[in-house]
């Protein structure tokens, strides 16, 4: 009779969750098999998960609310990447008695992306390079430069910080602002200190998104928004989509209102197939890239492999409650 605990990995879309960390220690105890493409809605999550004991996920690409909990009688452990996961119900897994943990990351990779998705844009790098490799125009674009622009910086956190920085070595010059953001904060990382939102729209040449998804910011930039930013600037959103009004940003996008964004978060996720957003000559996308590499893999799943481990000892490390 098998006794081991059955332990499912979703959405392990590179296939490298098992090649990321030393599952080994485990083994004698936890079976594991992983998912590697989305499971889509909840009543396939359900089924699919019925005789599973641990679940593994990364960060939102498979919510787990309530209705999926409470659906999962074998789940005892629920682990999460990131030490934050909007996507679960934690009041659910705690009302049927399912301890959930979380594990660190680097903030690193999403200010890198963050920065793939400006230098692309400002450069037009996309149009350039699909029109190299179908031997058409040689040169077509001028591009943007960053010395001497504005960055906007909507947060001044970890990732704010160092987008700052990283501006501020270009060139730039940089603003921010957020609600609890205080002129003596953004002065100590050498950077304007806007004193309302639509300043710092107004004045920006780039704008860029960091921030985390709650009720105070969710459409935090809608048609109003848009409306003060100027014609020339760019919208980089690596956050979370719910902080921009997403139908009133493909308003401005298809009117020419800003001149194009940089997206990596998106309402639905992975994007549908016809949805605009795919087509859209002014954007560039990727598919929510931003803590997708190597070392923070190496991270997740190394702190997956200690969660699992230190639940079967009895006593659960990194937990979140609600």
């Known amino acids: 009779m098998n006794t081991k605990l059955r332990c499912a990995v979703l959405d392990d879309y590179q296939n490298v969750a098992l090649t990321s960390a030393d599952w080994g220690p485990l083994m004698d105890q936890v079976e594991i098999q992983t998912f590697n493409n989305y499971m889509g809605s909840e009543d396939k999550v359900i089924q699919e998960l019925q005789d599973f004991d641990i679940v593994v996920l990364m960060r939102e690409r498979t919510p787990f609310p309530e209705k999926v909990i409470s659906q999962l009688p074998r789940l005892k452990l629920l682990i999460t990447s990131g030490m934050r996961n909007a996507s679960i119900d934690l009041k659910a897994a705690e009302k049927n008695g399912i301890i959930v943990c979380g594990t660190e990351g680097s903030s690193n990779p999403p200010t890198e992306l963050t920065w793939a998705l400006i230098l692309g844009l400002s450069r037009q790098l996309v149009t350039e390079n699909n ?5 058409r125009n040689w040169q077509s674009t001028v591009g943007l430069d960053l010395h001497g622009r504005t960055l ?4 001044l956190g ?3 910080t160092r987008m700052a920085e990283i501006a501020q070595a270009f060139g730039m010059n940089v603003m921010a602002w957020s609600e609890n953001l205080t002129q003596e904060k953004a002065e100590k990382h050498g950077v304007t200190w806007s004193e309302t939102k639509e300043q710092l729209l107004a004045q920006s040449d780039i704008v860029s998104i960091h921030l985390v998804l709650s009720d105070r910011t969710r459409n935090l930039i809608g048609q109003a928004e848009f409306q003060l930013m100027k014609s020339s600037a760019l919208l980089i ?7 921009v009004d997403q139908e009133a940003m493909v308003e401005a996008l298809q009117r020419g209102v800003i001149a194009g964004a940089g ?4 309402e639905q996720e992975p994007l549908p197939v016809n949805h605009v957003m795919r087509t859209l000559p002014n954007v560039l996308a990727t598919p929510h890239l931003g803590y997708v590499t190597r070392g923070n893999y190496e991270i997740y799943y190394n702190h997956t492999v200690e969660n699992i481990a230190m639940f079967l000892k ?3 490390i990194r937990q979140l409650h609600s």
């Open 152 to 155: 906007g910086l909507i947060g």
């Open 158 to 160: 970890k990732i704010g």
């Open 263 to 266: 997206l990596d978060v998106y």
């Open 314 to 316: 009895g006593t659960p």
């Open 237 to 243: 959103n690596t956050s979370r989509a719910g902080i």
């Open 131 to 135: 029109a190299l490799r179908s031997n």
